[in-house]
């Protein structure tokens, strides 16, 4: 099975690419479970059943650059809370993955001595992961 390097890796916010990132999360989607147990089940085991789907939360991290337009729509779109496009791509026709998101947080700093300062954002999913 090939490779796929993370170097080139590129996600957009609202159509806007985000730049200067270290780090993009991974996708964990999840589901609840409904416990479908009832007096008759066989052999006194729990039986269960897939309740609701959660796609989860993607956490960025990478240098602060003011001058970024897309940490800049990271900030503008902490601020209004809308849900957004969201698409990250994989270099060399790898894939990825589009799904819609509101930001969920956005952190800047620290400032160590010997540091670059650094800036964080978790992208909160709505809805549905598409795989591309």
Do not use: C, W
């Not at 819609?100 to 909160?124: E, Q, W």
């Amino acid at each position: 099975m090939a490779k796929t390097r993370a170097l080139g890796t590129t996600i957009t916010f609202n159509a806007k690419t985000i730049g200067s990132l270290t780090s993009i999360g991974e996708i964990t989607p999840d589901s609840e479970e409904l416990d479908a147990t009832t007096l008759d089940s066989q052999g006194g085991y729990r039986e269960f059943l897939q309740g609701f789907k959660d796609s989860g939360e993607v956490t960025l991290s990478g240098y602060y650059d003011k001058a970024d337009a897309g940490q800049q729509e990271l900030i503008t779109g902490y601020g209004n809370g809308e849900v957004k496009a969201v698409a990250i791509a994989f270099p060399n026709s790898a894939g990825g993955a589009t799904f819609n998101a509101y930001v969920k947080s956005f952190t800047v700093g620290a400032a160590d001595v010997d540091g670059i300062v650094g800036f964080g954002a978790t992208l909160r999913i709505s809805g549905a992961v598409t795989a591309t």
